[in-house]
């Protein structure tokens, strides 16, 4: 099998909401007369001499992104190209993690077309029947929290994610609305994005600690393994942190101790393949893990649903909100939460055909 033919679908799609991070005290909330955003997003079909194709997304892009330049520059890098020959592949093919992704997802879709097989079976076959998912509330006024919670326990959600990084005022007030209504089942995380110094990080921590946190991610600026450690001596809740395919970085957690738990994705780590890797290192190194996420949308949530279910080492709740946090999707039929999950669909490859329709519609 050959890889014959490349295309790129460019859309733009709206969200819900606005989905703003920690930017530090003094930053503005926003409130309910705030216009939700606009994502542009594109989508790599990949056709083979024997009739298959495959499908992969670049996520919520915040770049310049030609898709005329990127399909010259992949199919003079994949025409040719045998799918399953991944290592071969991605030694050679030099270009940002996103579009890595991107060509990660079509290939793996590829292949469980290929063998008529779901992807999650050609990864290490499934673990858990569905990924939990940890809704992420984004730094807005109190009152919009308050009803946003409201809302995704009605779908089922009892694991949330709250942004903070505002006045830590505010970041208590909305920490402990949604303690209040959530309940005390609920597991609550935070993400200070990296915006508290040192000693903000170690202060805050213990100040939230009150209203019983499964972990706060992101929490010191820099990102530094030496002070992740440091803060995680000093407090009593679960440190998470971001990683990528820098092995270098990904060494120096484990060196310092700096992590209980990681948080990684496919878009950040350049695809599944790479995504596995560092999970075996994790692995091997007594830290668990998450997913994260760009907010994706349908095809990217297909990737990393195939991915949570076949990793041991991915046991607290993943921050795949996208089905839910954007007006439309483009594939037919989108994802639907299950009691606060998202599981798998058990067709070939990742189980997600593109609606054609929707891809001329909302074409970019």
Not at 13 to 22: A, I, L, S
Not at 218 to 223: I, K, N
Not at 262 to 286: D, H, M, S, T
Request: proline residues 4%; glycine residues 10%.
């Amino acid at each position: 099998m050959k890889i014959t033919k490349v295309q790129i679908h460019p859309v733009a799609v709206k969200r819900r909401h606005r989905t703003v991070v920690g930017s530090g005290s003094g930053m503005e909330i926003p409130g309910a007369d705030a216009a939700p955003t606009e994502s542009e997003f594109a989508f790599l079909e990949l056709e083979t001499d024997e009739g298959i194709s495959g499908v992969g997304e670049w996520s919520d892009l915040g770049q310049a992104f030609d898709p005329v330049a990127m399909q010259r520059q992949l199919e003079e890098n994949l025409v040719g190209i045998n799918p399953f020959d991944l290592e071969a592949l991605f030694a050679h093919l030099q270009v940002d993690r996103s579009t890595c992704c991107a060509v990660d997802s079509a290939l793996y879709d590829l292949m469980g077309r290929a063998l008529e097989v779901p992807v999650y079976q050609l990864i290490g076959g499934r673990v858990r029947e569905r990924v939990e998912v940890s809704w992420v509330v984004y730094i807005r006024q109190v009152k919009l929290i308050s009803t946003e919670i409201q809302q995704m326990q009605e779908m089922g959600f009892n694991a949330f994610k709250l942004k903070v990084g505002a006045d830590i005022g505010h970041d208590e007030t909305c920490v402990r609305l949604i303690r209040q209504t959530a309940g005390p089942q609920a597991q609550i995380k935070l993400d200070a994005s990296g915006v508290w110094s040192l000693e903000e990080a170690i202060a805050y921590i213990r100040r939230l600690e009150q209203y019983g946190l499964q972990g706060v991610e992101s929490p010191v600026r820099g990102r530094c393994a030496a002070d992740l450690a440091r803060v995680r001596e000093a407090v009593n809740t679960r440190i998470i942190e971001h990683v990528w395919d820098r092995w270098d970085y990904v060494l120096d957690l484990v060196h310092h101790q700096a992590v209980d738990i990681i948080n990684l994705f496919p878009e950040g780590c350049g695809g599944i393949f790479r995504c596995k890797k560092v999970l075996a290192v994790a692995e091997a190194a007594g830290i668990e893990a998450l997913l994260g996420s760009t907010v994706e949308l349908g095809v990217g949530t297909a990737a990393q649903v195939h991915l949570g279910v076949s990793s041991p080492g991915i046991t607290y709740p993943s921050d795949l909100i996208g089905p839910a946090m954007y007006q439309e999707d483009v594939i037919d039929p989108p994802f639907e939460y299950m009691n606060g999950g998202l599981a798998p669909r058990e067709t070939p490859g990742l189980g997600v055909a593109l609606d054609r329709a929707q891809l001329r519609r909302l074409k970019k």
